[in-house]
């Protein structure tokens, strides 16, 4: 019988109905804490006496008082701190006697970033209920029985036969804009929202791993430990499913086996492990600046109080982005690291890839893409100088302020320069990259030679480095990569924050596109204009305009996964790594007459 | 000058390309199938979901415009080639200095009763493809007429709706007039595993219809009748050129032409699956209804009409194809059945799925043809070594830079160098490996 999707064998029938039952069991889950305020919790998270004691007769007043749900429980914490915080605020004014423009006044008051802060452990130590108690069984009846019903679904896919199977995707609800498709993409990004914005709701979903996370580091969980083992978890099952799909094409079964090694080792077993050994938990793998806090304040301080170990982690980071970076890009392309190492580029690869289709392949995405992915790379580059800056001491050291500005200068006039001779060579870079890297250039050097006459000393910039870093963080490292980055997989495709945002794609994508050997390889005139290339490119290149000219592909944004060779039904597309990208690539070849041959005949 | 083309197919809108590159001319393409150009060979892919149909659109709706290539959306039923004119279905009419007809193929239909009942259909147009998704409804069993490339690709699209086919095929074995017996072994079975009922030496008697007209029932040559709601047949194309059948252009099957794809009026060309060529390069037949040769052709109309008068040259032979999960494609000459002079060596994997042909002149040693299944091949590397004969064990030890197969893939090469030597007693050894510039150093001309 006519059937617009593929056939599901019982198996997997069973297996879509325990997913369904473990969602269901994870998001109720999600209301079944109560909340008694924890004071002990609370005190010891204020960690400061002075304080505590205009808190607890507040406090006092809601300990007895059980919430039936985090809301509430919200609601009354922020009122009763919100008092207590008035109080504080007039005993510094009144009795201490403290203005503004004293330093002690701002540490003395209690901040609303302390009271915002405190909210998700607060929230954490107070919540009772079942979860708490059975926080084993919730665990197998959520996480235990979503991972059965996945590999249920996906372990029959094995009784297909080896090759493409595309069937049905754009008949699917799931994955093409239909109702279950939104309904993901809404799930998604408002996970994303509680997860960046309002911890202190998903507490009850953070009990469910507290054990796990004992087991690894000793510790309790935190929302960040939830989202790395969700994350990992996620990337394994479906990266099974990816390997499965593609179980005919060798590129693409050792590149995902690639992204689940690098996630589930490097991203969250390493971390965890120096966690416990009491050694800064880094990603070895994350690299500036799509790490963007790489160069924090925190972040060197904590570095270089761990002796040589720091010294070791932070000279590794800085290898990664001076050496690492161009130099293995220009031996194989960006996909080193994009499709074959990087988290983001590992979660899209694997959970993202149903969503693949959905990148818009139209000419004025291109065109949006092009200046907002460098944009963002400006940005992070100006936010980081400037927190450096900040950070940095102004004499005595080897590197002071000046120093460093005079530094900064000469890279960015160094990197003006090379984008200038990019533009003079054919098909080379756009003169607008030309005006904007000759702009910030020149704006630093106004910088370096009036600085202390048109800024205050400690800052770079108008606003304080402080402000442009959490602007930073709020809108590029929380909204874009996170919320839209993978809330929007089922909305725009897989790519969104690879091909839109992400600074260090940019990064090695200009490396890619004007100094590399890796290109897309055009197999002569084998091209049928079908159009799976472009269809199934997650970053939204139009392949087949390139592979139709006989023409290699040689595009910043592509991350080398090897998508549109693997779904050519004539064998087109190969990535291959040879001369300079420069020799031959840009050549359209499929021109059947060439312009000799008709100068001979004329 | 106004260049009329009839067709938005690939050979009438490369040409259109073309003469834009070449020339301001005015253009005005003319279709009655759909408004905008669109890959044709994409149409099953539309019908399995793997893309929609705008996706098979190979240039964005403004790309015209902006290339002042005027589309018509309308059906041309006369051609008055004196008055250089054109006359419309809807009355209107439109004048020419230059027209190029490239209107493509209709299906066969070998006059077998009932072939025009309700649920018959070829696949070749836009609207082939919307009757299929319409008769595919309610539909429980699908015959399809025919092995040949459309018959293959109709019964995947029916397998992947879970909709039982029947697939007739007249010859011994799936497409063995063009494949070599072992690749068409190959691919019969592939038809089979994929749970198609592949009906060998069997061909189509009579379609019988129920009252309202719609196909009820065939009756095949083996006297077995098959209940089925749809027929499809790809017995072949051929040109579709009814329209132009009292216009005084001379036609046989095709439209016929000279070497430039001149007609008997020299201001009208035809190119494409409905030019028919009065004197075709050796070994080459007279009418291709292939997308790559539409392609060559409608590039070289456009260099005629903008001053450059060259010749139709298709070069060397080359073509491909998926058949299920196996692809094939061929470069030079590989006969089905190798003639005396010929010889060939051939190496399948143990899985069944993969294979290398090469043949060659038994003679002159050099290399002819080669011919992959589930395996792919550098088209300029192939192309190459068969232009410049190059001797088969030259080819055999530098196979390696063939290799077009994606990245960590196995390599064959070795595999087919020991059948070589089993075959005749001469062993040989791969002397480049597979690596882009070792390509590029072959390929740069001496």
Known sequence: MNAKSTKKTPLQIIGIILFSLALIVFTVSLSLSRYKLDKDALKEQLGDDYKYGFVEPEIDKITNTTYSNSFAFMRAYAERMDVAQEAILQDVTENKGLTTSDGEYWNTILKDDKVNSMKFAVAKASSLGPIKQNSALLFWGSFGLGLLGAFLYILPKLRQSKGIKNNHIYHSSMHSLGWLGIATGIYLTGFYVLLYFFPEHMVSWVLLVDPISEALNGGPASQWFLYGFLYTLCIIVMGIRMIIKYRHNRYQMIRTGSVIFFQTCFAFLLPELMAFLNKPAVDLKNIWPLDYSFFFDYRIDTLLENGTFGLFLLFWGLILIAIAVPVITYFYGKRWYCSWVCGCGGLAETLGDPYRQLSDKRLGAWQIERWLIHLVLVFAVVMTMAVLYTYLPASDALITKDRFLWLAVLLLVGATVWIYFQYRKKNGMPLTAVIVSSAVSLALIAVAVFNGILFDAGNLMFTGSYQLRSWYGFGIGAIFSGVIGVGFYPFMGNRVWCRFGCPLAAYLGLVQRFKSRFRITTNGGQCISCGNCSTYCEMGIDVRAYAQKGQDIVRSSCVGCGICSAVCPRGVLRLENGPDVDERALEQRVIHISESEVKLLA | ?446
């Not at chain 2, 196995?410 to 070589?420: D, G, K, P, Q």
Request: charged share 25%.
């Open chain 2, 1 to 446: 000058m106004h260049i009329v083309i009839i067709g938005n197919g690939i050979s009438g809108i490369t040409a259109a390309r073309h003469i834009r590159k070449l020339s301001d001319h005015k253009i005005t393409v003319i279709s009655g199938e759909s408004d905008y150009f669109f890959s044709r060979t994409a149409l099953m892919y539309i019908y399995m979901g793997h893309m929609r149909f705008a996706d098979t659109k190979p240039y964005q709706d403004f790309f015209w415009e902006k290339n002042r290539i005027n589309l018509l959306n309308n059906f041309v039923e006369e051609v008055k080639p004196e008055q250089k004119r054109l006359l419309f279905a809807d009355g209107t009419d439109m004048e020419f200095d230059k027209l190029i007809i490239a209107v493509g193929s209709k299906s066969n239909k070998f006059g077998w009763p009932g072939q025009d009942l309700d649920g018959v259909h070829g696949l070749y147009h836009l609207q082939d493809l919307e009757a299929m998704e319409r008769h595919s409804q309610k539909l429980e069993q699908a015959v399809i007429v025919g092995g040949g490339l459309i018959g293959i690709e109709m019964a995947e699209m029916f397998h992947s709706r879970h909709i039982p086919v029947t697939f007739l095929v007249r010859e011994k074995s799936y497409w063995n007039n063009v494949l070599p017996p072992e690749e068409s072994e190959m691919v019969s079975r592939e038809i089979r595993e994929n749970g198609i009922d592949l009906q060998l030496e069997t061909e189509l008697k009579e379609i019988w219809g129920d009252r309202e007209g719609r196909v009820k029932m065939v009756l095949t040559s083996k006297g077995e009748k098959i209940k089925c709601g749809f027929v499809g047949l790809t017995a072949g194309v051929s040109p579709n050129i009814d329209f132009l059948q009292f216009s005084g252009i001379n036609l046989e099957k095709g439209v016929l032409v000279n070497a430039h794809l001149q007609t008997n009026f020299p201001d009208i060309y035809a190119i494409g699956d409905c030019a028919q060529l009065q004197t075709p390069k050796k070994g080459r037949r007279p009418i291709e209804a292939i997308w790559y040769t539409g392609r060559m052709m409608g590039e070289t109309v456009a260099h005629h009409i903008c001053g450059n008068p060259v010749e139709y040259d298709p070069g060397i032979w080359f073509n491909s194809a998926k058949f299920m999960d196996i692809e094939y494609m061929v470069y030079g000459d590989v006969p089905p059945n190798m003639p005396e002079n010929y010889d060939s060596l051939y190496w399948e994997h143990p899985d069944g799925k993969k294979s290398i042909r090469l043949v060659w002149d038994r003679q002159g040693g050099h290399i002819l043809g080669f011919n992959l299944m589930g395996v792919r091949f550098r088209h300029e590397v192939c192309e190459k070594w068969i232009r410049e004969k190059t001797k088969v064990e030259e080819v055999l030890q530098d196979l390696k830079l063939a290799n077009f197969d994606p990245e960590f893939h196995r390599e064959h090469e070795s595999a087919v160098l020991n059948a070589y030597a089993d075959k005749t007693g001469t062993r040989l050894h791969s002397r480049k490996r597979r690596n882009l510039k070792q390509v590029l150093n072959f390929l740069r001309p001496a």
